[in-house]
């Protein structure tokens, strides 16, 4: 199985901040990644699909890179409503294998 | 727009079989795959497995020999069976469109107790 890994577990950040996440595959996934939102009781949300492809509807400041082992997502500047917990997601191979999490809190 | 809808019992006794069902509407069922993944509470998200419209299968192995996934192309549906049920089976259930997952529907909690 391919392990995904995140980083930080957590953060805490405030309005208007430039927001990073880091996704690690333990091998090779080309851009074979997904990213999700997910608020406390609710379905995640697809933010972005092949790495870099934002999905219909999402707003552009969200973005997606990389390609191989290492990719981040960006929020270029943080709103009161993305405070939220984010996944990354392989479909490279499978099974398909989600990321533990990133958890973005309001300092 | 696409949108996923889950069904079926909130509450499952252990060594019984769950059985969801996933209605999709807005969209045609025949085509792309079709995901079901898990949340147990306070955890992240499992991937259970897929369909494909042609009726292709691929199961996680952690539950590939308790789970089997089917569908319903007259009723644009499709529906999940996991047997021998555990507490550690207790989560909220997911369907979504695709390896990629870009439709989700609103989840079905299931409790495994007596």
């Known amino acids: 199985d391919i392990q995904m890994t995140q980083s930080p577990s957590s953060l805490s950040a405030s309005v208007g901040d430039r927001v990073t996440i880091t996704c690690r595959a333990s091998q090779g996934i080309s851009n074979y990644l997904a990213w999700f939102q997910q608020k406390p009781g609710k379905a995640p949300k697809s933010l972005i699909y092949a790495a870099s492809s934002l999905q219909s509807g999402v707003p552009s400041k969200f973005s997606g890179s990389g390609s191989g082992t290492d990719f981040t997502l960006t929020i270029s500047s943080l709103q009161p409503e993305d405070f939220a917990t984010y996944y990354c997601q392989q479909y490279y191979s499978y099974p398909l294998t989600f990321g533990p999490g990133t958890k973005v809190h309001i300092k | 727009q696409v949108q996923l809808q889950e069904s079926g019992p909130g509450l499952v006794k252990p060594s019984e079989t769950l059985s969801l069902t996933c209605t999709v509407s807005g969209g045609s069922i025949r085509s792309y795959y079709w995901s079901w993944i898990r949340q147990p509470p306070g955890k992240g998200l499992e991937w259970i497995g897929f369909?494909?419209?042609?009726?292709?299968?691929n199961y996680n192995p952690s539950l590939k020999s308790r789970v089997s996934i089917s569908l319903d192309t007259s009723k644009n549906q499709f529906s999940l069976k996991l047997s021998s049920m555990t507490a550690a089976d207790t989560a909220v259930y997911y369907c979504?469109?695709?390896?990629?997952?870009?439709?989700w529907g609103q989840g079905a909690l299931v409790t495994v107790s007596s």
């Open positions: 369909i494909y419209y042609s009726g292709s299968t």
């Open positions: 979504a469109r695709g390896v990629a997952q870009d439709y």
